[in-house]
């Protein structure tokens, strides 16, 4: 029987091997979309047969027991017959969360398993040169935001995140969630986990980005790459300083497409049912909408 082990900083290293074997772009095969969730959806995970195997909580209904998709070396059939077996054992019905759409309909067609989408779990997939760049007249008003930021705030230095920066960056950071005391336990999770990223940045192998004006941080990110996209895991700013998600935006962008030629995408994650946030999302124009399913399989 698998036995599964809590998610800890300790776990990243063994994680992450296993992560560039997806092929899907979500960013729930991400070291920031496991470890950053992982006391909130209590994920555990085991390795088994040279596959991990993630279990935790549902999106849809945390009070349910549910999988990731298994990756490794195992057949999906495989492994899918391997958590059935765990299922058995404890009484439980199988169910896998998060599902990418690509993978979604292959297992239906094979398994006959019930499926809903995940509608608030959507990933926003970008074209990473479009994001660098802002071209044509789709991306008007964005550079319009940028421009206005580097006129009227042009002694702003964008610098890599990194310990000369990071105490600065950590009271910032402080400043910033003492706005948000009233928050939902989702988000609340959200800050918590973003200081302790910050707290742990050299453990986690993010690359990250400041924007300072004078000595002022107006706004900071942190993500990661795996294969060909980067996933953002983190952007937090100073909305006084107009135009500066914009900037810090573009600008990291940039950056990271300049430094890592492989990188062709760039995942912005969910908007948790945010209706800002999905408006904001959907102003960047995303290539794909990356939908996610629940599959309930019959025992």
Same mark, same amino acid.
């Given at each position: 029987m698998l036995?599964?082990?809590?998610?800890?900083?300790?776990?990243?290293?063994?994680?992450?091997?296993?992560?560039?074997?997806?092929?899907?772009?979500?960013?729930?095969?991400?070291?920031?979309?496991?470890?950053?969730?992982?006391?909130?959806?209590?994920y555990e995970y085991a390795i088994?047969?040279?596959?991990?195997?993630?279990k935790g909580l549902s999106e849809a209904d945390?009070?349910?027991?549910?999988?990731?998709?298994?990756?490794?070396?195992?057949?999906?059939?495989?492994?899918?017959?391997v958590l059935r077996e765990y299922c058995r054992?404890?009484?439980?019905?199988?169910?896998?969360s998060a599902v990418p759409e690509r993978a979604m309909q292959e297992l239906v067609d094979e398994y006959a398993c019930r499926n809903y989408k995940l509608e608030d779990w959507t990933d926003y997939l970008y074209d990473g040169k479009s994001l660098a760049t802002l071209p044509g007249t789709l991306y008007h008003k964005k550079r319009n935001h940028v421009s206005r930021f580097r006129r009227e705030y042009p002694e702003a230095v964008?610098?890599?995140l990194d310990q000369s920066n990071l105490d600065k960056t950590l009271a910032f950071f402080e400043r910033y969630r003492q706005q948000?005391? +009233? &928050? /939902?336990?989702?988000?609340?999770?959200?800050?918590?986990?973003?200081?302790? #990223?910050?707290? *742990?940045?050299?453990?986690?192998r993010f690359l990250g980005a400041v924007l300072l004006v004078g000595d002022r941080v107006a706004g900071f990110t942190v993500g990661e790459i795996i294969n060909d996209t980067l996933y953002v895991h983190i952007e937090k700013a100073d909305k006084d300083f107009?135009?500066?998600?914009?900037?810090?935006?573009?600008?990291?962008?940039?950056?990271?497409?300049?430094?890592?030629?492989?990188?062709?995408?760039?995942?912005?994650?969910?908007?948790?049912?945010?209706?800002?946030?999905?408006?904001? +999302? &959907? /102003?960047?124009?995303?290539?794909?909408?990356?939908?996610?399913?629940?599959? #309930?399989?019959? *025992?």
């Open positions: 036995v599964f082990k809590p998610v800890t900083l300790d776990s990243i290293a063994e994680i992450r091997e296993f992560l560039r074997l997806q092929p899907y772009r979500t960013c729930d095969f991400s070291i920031g979309g496991i470890y950053m969730w992982a006391s909130y959806f209590k088994f047969e040279g596959t991990l195997f993630m945390a009070s349910e027991l549910a999988f990731s998709l298994p990756l490794g070396a195992l057949p999906i059939k495989e492994s899918i017959e054992a404890i009484n439980r019905e199988l169910v896998l964008y610098s890599c948000y005391d +009233k &928050l /939902s336990p989702l988000y609340r999770n959200e800050m918590d986990m973003t200081e302790h #990223v910050l707290r *742990n940045f050299s453990l986690f107009e135009g500066v998600y914009e900037a810090l935006n573009m600008k990291f962008a940039e950056d990271v497409l300049s430094a890592y030629p492989e990188v062709r995408y760039i995942n912005r994650e969910e908007d948790v049912g945010d209706e800002g946030l999905r408006k904001a +999302k &959907l /102003s960047y124009h995303p290539v794909s909408l990356l939908g996610k399913y629940n599959l #309930v399989f019959n *025992n």
